[in-house]
């Protein structure tokens, strides 16, 4: 199972993050452990400044602006059936 972490004060393109994440893991199949970061600092320590950001398994995948679903399903793409 992936720890996924969506980096984001609330804003509609960090919600729109995390509904992109469950909409492509569950249509995947994919078990994530989806979680919602929403403190500056805590954000800041993973040396994000533009948000939304992804973080999987501890490590930076993306920062500033929705990722598209493609790019979802990539970081999904070595767990699916």
Known sequence: ??????LGTGCANC????????DA???????VDLEK????AD??????????GVVID???V???GVPDRGKVENWL????P
Do not use: C, F, Q, W
């Open 62 to 64: 993306h920062a500033g």
């Open 15 to 22: 919600k729109a993050t995390v509904k992109l994440i469950e």
């Open 1 to 6: 199972m992936k720890n996924i972490k969506v």
């Open 77 to 80: 793409g070595d767990e699916s």
């Open 43 to 52: 954000i800041m320590a993973y040396g994000v400044m533009s948000t939304p």
């Open 25 to 31: 893991a569950r249509a995947r199949g994919v078990a």
């Open 37 to 40: 970061v929403e403190n500056i």
């Open 58 to 60: 501890g490590k930076v």
